[in-house]
């Protein structure tokens, strides 16, 4: 009889083992947690992707004549700054080390803008074949980057509600040590209208 009991004992305490663990999620944060470093993985692809076209786009503005030196050196020290800045999937569970890549990206971002708004005042370099080819691929590259951090932006999402959620939550902080992890926001310059000027 004491031999039944125990092995019933054994056998409802396994059952019960068996769907507190299906039920806890910890299946489910391993995806998400997946699916936010996949995510991750474009947005650095993209980011790199335009890193390697500036230099091009640098060669190809140097060679218009009386061009503004000061222009390139703010793209070329915005490059540098931004791919100097170590980037892997660590950067997403560190808050810190994320703002300082999103900030290096925003520096470049502003670089190239004002770099292209100064081009205006060159109709030889805005009639260049190599130019425009690289004004396009940049112009694309901006939007992949604009897609790439909506996706992960919404991974994040996903990823955070599921680990601040109960009963996921318990698995996240107890089982795995996840954390809520950080994600892009606007700069605080685009919260302001532009002022139009006539």
């Known amino acids: 009889m004491r031999s039944f ?22 299946n489910q944060l391993q995806g998400l947690d997946e699916e936010v470093k996949g995510a991750w993985a474009e947005v650095q692809n993209q980011y790199q992707r335009r890193a390697d076209l500036v230099p091009n786009l640098v060669a190809t503005v140097k060679g218009a004549a009386k061009f503004e030196q000061d222009t390139l050196q703010q793209v070329i020290q915005a490059r540098a700054a931004a791919t100097s800045v170590k980037v892997d999937t660590s950067v997403v569970d560190n808050p810190e080390a994320f703002k300082k890549f999103e900030q290096a990206q925003n520096q470049l971002s502003g670089a190239l803008s004002r770099l292209l708004v100064v081009v ?79």
Do not use: M
């Not at 019933?8 to 663990?21: E, P």
């Open 120 to 198: 205006e005042k060159y109709p030889d370099l805005k009639a260049n074949q190599n130019f425009q080819s690289l004004q396009a691929q940049l112009e694309g590259t901006e939007n992949r980057i604009a897609v790439a951090r909506k996706r992960y932006i919404e991974h994040v999402a996903e990823y955070n509600k599921a680990v601040r959620y109960f009963p996921t939550n318990l698995t996240a902080k107890w089982l795995l040590g996840l954390q809520v992890r950080p994600t892009f926001a606007a700069e605080e310059s685009s919260q302001k209208p532009p002022e139009v000027k006539f």
């Open 5 to 26: 009991s125990k092995s019933y004992y054994v056998y409802v305490s396994t059952i019960l083992l068996l769907l507190a663990t299906t039920g806890c999620g910890y």
